[in-house]
Antibody, heavy 120, light 106 residues
Framework: QVRLVQSGAEVKKPGASVKVSCKASGYTFSSFAMHWVRQAPGQRLEWMGWISGVDGNSKYSEKFQGRVTITRDTSASIGYMELSSLRSEDTAVYYC?????????????WGQGTLVTVSS | SYEVTQPPSVSVSPGQTASITCSGD??????VSWYQQKPGQSPVLVIYQNTKRPSGIPERFSGSNSGNTATLTISGTQAMDEADYYC?????????FGGGTKLTVL
């Protein structure tokens, strides 16, 4: 069955960077895109960006452009999301999710989430 | 940038029908997905491509999309359906989420 297993919780200081990983199994990793979505405490889901399954190209939400980098290691079926210049407002649960090639590119499987806390 | 709007909360009695709306400019021209999220859990896809249910999602969940409004309908609502529901539209290769609707079953 499809599984997305994320790395553990992180505590970072303002100005630092964080890199979260997402290990995929149960499907052909390079055939599907991987997305990153975050959710601040009590807030809405917020799409950050994705990496194409076909060609490995990444696209980012305007809000995070310049601060986020999404990459992958196809040999290990792992996706990564790195967020730099962290501030307190970046405290959130970060999710990876895979999308399918249906209309609207829905996110059909999600990781368990990784809590990133930014605090001095 | 594109935005979609949901009511913050909806209440329904057990066994009744719950309707959760999602509004956006010409939303009916786009594909909408719906996600269910229970406290402390990851979101679960319950409707995609406006009306389709993924495998394993009960038939009581259905969707529609026309004009400027998409609607998630839960027929015969059960206590286990109490959760936050998020609509999501795909616009110019951006995935846009609504603010979420808390469904209370009481």
């Amino acid at each position: 069955q499809v599984r997305l297993v994320q790395s553990g919780a992180e505590v970072k200081k303002p100005g630092a960077s964080v890199k979260v990983s997402c290990k995929a199994s149960g499907y052909t990793f390079s055939s599907f895109a991987m997305h990153w979505v975050r959710q601040a405490p009590g807030q809405r889901l917020e799409w950050m960006g994705w990496i194409s399954g076909v060609d490995g190209n990444s696209k980012y939400s305007e809000k995070f452009q310049g601060r986020v980098t999404i990459t992958r290691d196809t040999s290990a079926s792992i996706g990564y999301m790195e967020l730099s210049s962290l501030r307190s407002e970046d405290t959130a649960v970060y999710y990876c999710a895979k999308s399918i090639a249906a209309g609207g590119r829905p996110l059909d499987y999600w990781g368990q989430g990784t809590l990133v806390t930014v605090s001095s | 940038s594109y935005e979609v709007t949901q009511p913050p909360s909806v209440s329904v009695s057990p066994g009744q029908t719950a309707s959760i709306t999602c509004s956006g400019d010409k939303l009916g021209h786009k594909y909408v997905s719906w996600y269910q999220q229970k406290p402390g859990q990851s979101p679960v896809l319950v409707i995609y491509q406006n009306t389709k249910r993924p495998s394993g999602i009960p038939e009581r969940f259905s969707g529609s999309n026309s004009g400027n409004t998409a609607t998630l309908t839960i027929s015969g609502t059960q206590a286990m359906d109490e959760a936050d529901y998020y609509c999501q539209a795909w616009d110019s290769s951006n995935w846009v989420f609504g603010g979420g609707t808390k469904l209370t079953v009481l």
